[in-house]
């Protein structure tokens, strides 16, 4: 059993920054990052590739947000620039346990999760 761990999130304003990490106890391939507003469904934010080479993101995040990950510290990182409002909610982080050629983007494409972290923007 991989056990996630997220971590970066908090308070910022409208236009700003912040970076979110995932550690990964383990060895994992395609890894996520989706997202969960009060009263919404969990939503894809992003995926990357084991390795590296093919990141997706969710068109409402296209141009604002980076996936990347460091494979030697089983680690993902979720770079957002230009928050919003709307980007407010618990971040979750995902990984699969085995590898797949085709994107994941639905929550039950994951194997593994970790607690989630807040990201609160402010206008």
């Known amino acids: 059993q991989v056990q996630l761990v997220e971590s970066g999130g908090g308070l910022v304003q409208a236009g700003g920054s912040l970076r979110l990490s995932c550690a990964a106890s383990?060895?994992?391939?395609?890894m996520g990052w989706f997202r969960q507003a009060p009263g919404k469904e969990r939503e894809f934010v992003a995926t990357?590739?084991?390795?590296?080479?093919?990141?997706y993101y969710a068109d409402s995040v296209k141009g604002r947000f980076t996936i990347s990950r460091d494979n030697a510290k089983n680690t993902v990182y979720l770079q957002m620039n230009s928050l919003k409002p709307e980007d407010t909610a618990v971040y979750y982080c995902?990984?699969?346990?085995?590898?797949?050629?085709?994107?994941?983007?639905?929550?039950?494409?994951?194997?593994?999760w970790g607690q989630g972290t807040q990201v609160t923007v402010s206008s």
């Open positions: 995902a990984a699969d346990r085995a590898y797949s050629s085709s994107y994941h983007i639905s929550v039950h494409e994951y194997d593994y």
């Open positions: 383990g060895r994992t391939y395609a």
């Open positions: 990357i590739s084991w390795s590296g080479s093919r990141p």
